[in-house]
């Protein structure tokens, strides 16, 4: 199985600031054919199931506020959120899409 | 705008069949792969398995041998049976839509609210 691992598993970020969360994969989960990473990041409020944020690693979701990028470095994922919100604390997820089973990261909680 | 709503017993005794279901509305089963995946309590997620919506289906190696995943397309909804449950399969479990299959696949778009899972005697 591909081990999703992300960094750091919680962080406090003020209002206004960058918040930068990292997940790494243990294999390749990009396609040379298509240069795709099958990389997803999704957040989940407390009580909420996961939404998507942005997936192939730097696209994002309709509807997803612009302050949410990512980026793609080698094997290494990164999500910013460019200036936290309220709304924003929630509990962050990688998920690779590249090969079955599908796994996700084990999670980086944000918090103000 | 589709929705998804999974159903099922809240407690099942160790040993027994879990069944859950997954009611899908304002949309259509068909031209889509749909997935359970569930979320310990220790808030890790864990993908189940798939089906299509001609009922090919895809299972994750760890849970193979004791899961069962199959669509209903004339009911419009999706069932997860998973045999021989222990308290390790106490968890949210949810049903979820695929965006884009094959190398276009991008990701689990929409997703049901869960339902929580107790396995316990």
């Known amino acids: 199985d591909i081990v999703m691992t992300q960094s750091p598993d919680s962080l406090a970020v003020s209002l206004g600031e960058r918040a930068t969360i990292n997940c790494k994969s243990s294999?390749?989960?990009?396609?040379?054919?298509?240069?795709?990473?099958?990389l997803t990041w999704f957040q989940q409020r407390p009580g909420q199931p996961p939404k998507v944020l942005i997936y192939?690693?730097?696209t994002r979701e309709s509807g997803v506020p612009d302050r949410f990028s990512g980026s793609v470095s080698g094997m290494n994922y990164t999500l910013t959120i460019s200036s936290l919100q309220a709304e924003d604390v929630a509990v962050y997820y990688c998920q690779q899409f590249y090969n079955t089973p599908w796994t996700f990261g084990q999670g980086t909680r944000v918090e103000v | 705008q589709v929705q998804l709503q999974e159903s099922g017993p809240g407690l099942v005794t160790p040993s027994e069949t879990l069944s859950l279901t997954c009611l899908v509305s304002?949309?259509?089963?068909?031209?889509?792969?749909w997935s359970w995946i569930r979320q310990s309590p220790g808030k890790e997620l864990e993908w189940i398995g798939y089906?299509?919506?001609?009922?090919?289906?895809h299972y994750n190696p760890s849970l193979q041998s004791r899961v069962n995943i199959f669509i209903d397309a004339f009911k419009n909804e999706l069932s997860l049976q998973m045999s021989s449950v222990t308290a390790a399969d106490t968890a949210v479990y949810y049903c979820a839509r695929h965006a884009g299959t094959g190398l276009d696949r991008r990701a689990f778009d929409i997703w049901g609210q869960g339902t929580k899972v107790t396995v316990s005697s």
């Open positions: 304002g949309g259509s089963l068909m031209n889509y792969y």
């Open positions: 089906v299509s919506d001609t009922g090919a289906t």
């Open positions: 294999r390749t989960i990009s396609y040379s054919s298509n240069n795709k990473d099958y």
């Open positions: 192939w690693a730097s």
